[in-house]
């Protein structure tokens, strides 16, 4: 019988990532599930534990988990300003992927967006790939994008 990991999912209480956590409970590749959220949340099950936590501190967590996903992000509507958005949208999943990479993570797999380009003149579209390059670099051995429209 193949070991069972650990998962580390950090975004779920969106659209993606809450479909992405209950897969992830659902699935005996994986022992436990650990959560990291801004606020409590309602499911429960075994294996899951939440911590709830400032982002701006995500740097400073340890992972304990082999496979990391990353599902977070934003709107500009929902930040209100280009820095904002480039906070929760590059810098948090950066912060992230270099935790996961110091911690040991073997896979990191992180939702990013249709048209991500660090060249692009498209704002958004500039700030997802540019995260996309950056978190790469990170040293995760194993990363992976996923770019839904």
């Known amino acids: 019988m193949a070991k069972r990991r650990r998962a580390l999912l950090v ?11 209950q897969r992830l409970l659902d699935e005996t590749t994986y022992s436990s599930v ?7 949340l309602a499911l429960r099950g075994p294996g899951l534990k939440v911590e709830t936590f400032d982002f701006e501190r ?24 280009e820095q904002a958005f ?4 590059y810098d948090y999943p950066l912060a ?23 060249t692009s003149r498209i704002f958004y579209n500039r700030v997802k790939g540019e995260m996309e ?3 790469a670099a990170a040293g995760v051995p194993r990363t992976i994008f996923f770019r839904p429209s």
Not at 96 to 118: E, M, Q
């Open 58 to 81: 995500l740097a400073s967590h340890k992972v304990e988990a082999e496979h990391v996903f990353c599902c977070l992000g934003t709107t500009m509507k929902q930040a209100r300003s």
């Open 11 to 21: 975004g779920a209480t969106g659209l993606v990532g809450s479909c992405l956590l």
């Open 96 to 118: 992230l992927a270099k935790a996961a990479a110091k911690g040991g993570a073997t896979r990191l797999l992180v939702v990013s967006a249709l048209g991500a380009n660090p």
């Open 86 to 89: 480039r906070r929760v949208d």
């Open 133 to 135: 390059a950056a978190v």
């Open 34 to 40: 650990t959560v990291w959220a801004r606020r409590p």
